[in-house]
């Protein structure tokens, strides 16, 4: 992940510079303790027909042995498709750059973080996973 200047446009498309936006808020996300233990994602896509299609990725947090929690959804509000397929695509992209992000960082999952986060990326708190039939 490239560094961003102080006096670029911001990442997250405020139109505001950086460092009037989201500059502080990224030093601390750097700076903080994530939570512990094993995550794992899988990407897809949030919406459904005639509302659109937005790229997600699912977070999973490891609860015991082969056990896992839905943990976190990140949802790319910015980009809606017609086409489910098209919106997972478009989050495997996202989703294998932050890992290298990450492996060409710090290896911190921070990096991997601030990835998604620069992407457009947003957590939504209240979701509801579909399964397919």
């Not at 490239?2 to 498309?13: F, L, V, Y």
Request: net charge negative; glycine share 10%.
């Amino acid at each position: 992940m490239a560094k961003i200047g102080r006096n670029s446009p911001c990442p997250c498309g405020s139109g505001e510079k950086y460092k009037l936006c989201c500059e502080k808020k990224e030093a601390e996300l750097r700076a903080s303790v994530l939570p512990a233990g094993r995550f794992r994602y899988e990407t897809g896509s949030y919406g459904g027909p005639g509302r659109g299609y937005m790229p997600s990725i699912l977070g999973y947090k490891e609860v015991g042995p082969d056990s896992w929690k839905e943990h976190l959804c990140l949802v790319k509000p910015d980009a809606l498709f017609d086409d489910q397929d098209a919106a997972d695509a478009v989050a495997e992209e996202h989703l294998a750059a932050a890992r290298q992000a990450q492996i060409d960082g710090d290896g911190s999952p921070q990096e991997f973080a601030l990835s998604l986060r620069h992407e457009g990326y947003k957590s939504i708190s209240d979701f509801r996973r579909v399964k397919e039939q």
